[in-house]
């Protein structure tokens, strides 16, 4: 079956460095996306990795790495805004989009 | 844990007809669903919040004319997009909200993996 992985939940703290991990086991894979959701508003698209690499984009930045299906999300300076969840999507042979279940962020002072 | 199906996963049509998409819950009660369309690499921008039971609540700009919302169950709900247009090919995704505060779990989303409407 189809699979993404991701921690349900992380603390980390303002000004500090968090890395959210995603793994993911999908037929076939036509790119890696993440996502920031606030509680109660629409997802914001951050990333999008479809070749191997690192993708640095200001304060975040996304890796992958297909061979292992591996990717991770690295948030950069931490500010009390970057308080969301932090989804993880594969888009498969199909390009149907396979979610984790998200990543629940709570930064403290 | 919760799983959400959309179907069909893809669907072309020919310019003015009309395509049903549905949503389901599989194996819990989402009394809220979302509707939302996705452009390429950009954020899910959200169309509607539908409530089981009542009338679909449209984001501004969204004509609730032409993409008909129903959600006849706890566990289904579809989007009917009217007369489609070439402009309306997009990617539609549908997410079904969970409140479980007193597990714990608060305020979920579980998405579904999406509808790909090609209009010709």
């Known amino acids: 079956g189809q699979n993404i992985d991701q921690p349900t939940e992380m603390t980390a703290t303002e000004g500090a460095i968090v890395q959210i991990n995603c793994t993911y086991q999908?037929?076939?894979?036509?790119?890696l996306f993440w996502y920031q959701q606030h509680a109660g508003e629409a997802p914001t698209f951050l990333s999008y990795?479809?070749l191997d690499g690192l993708e640095e984009k200001g304060r975040f930045s996304s890796f992958l790495s297909r061979s292992k299906g591996y990717s991770y999300l690295l948030l950069k300076e931490l500010q009390m805004k970057d308080s969301a969840s932090y989804l993880c999507a594969v888009m498969d042979s199909n390009y149907q989009l396979i979610w984790g279940a998200g990543t629940k962020l709570i930064i403290k002072p | 844990g919760a799983v959400v199906s959309q179907h069909p996963s893809w669907v072309i049509c020919k310019s003015g007809t009309s395509v049903k998409i549905e949503c389901r819950s599989l194996?819990?009660?989402?009394?809220?669903m979302f509707w939302y369309r996705q452009f390429p690499k950009q954020s899910l921008m959200l169309m509607a919040t539908?409530?089981?039971?009542?009338?679909?609540?449209?984001e501004q700009g969204v004509e609730k004319d032409k993409f008909l919302i129903n959600h006849a169950s706890l566990t289904l709900s579809t989007l009917t997009v009217t007369s489609a247009h070439p402009e309306d090919s997009s990617f539609y995704i549908c997410?079904?909200?969970?409140?479980?505060?007193?597990?714990?779990?608060?305020?979920?989303?579980?998405f579904g993996p999406g509808t790909r409407l090609t209009v010709l």
């Open positions: 997410s079904a909200r969970v409140l479980h505060g007193w597990q714990g779990d608060s305020d979920t989303q579980y």
């Open positions: 194996d819990f009660q989402a009394t809220t």
């Open positions: 539908s409530n089981e039971g009542s009338k679909a609540t449209y």
């Open positions: 999908t037929s076939g894979f036509n790119g």
């Open positions: 990795n479809v």
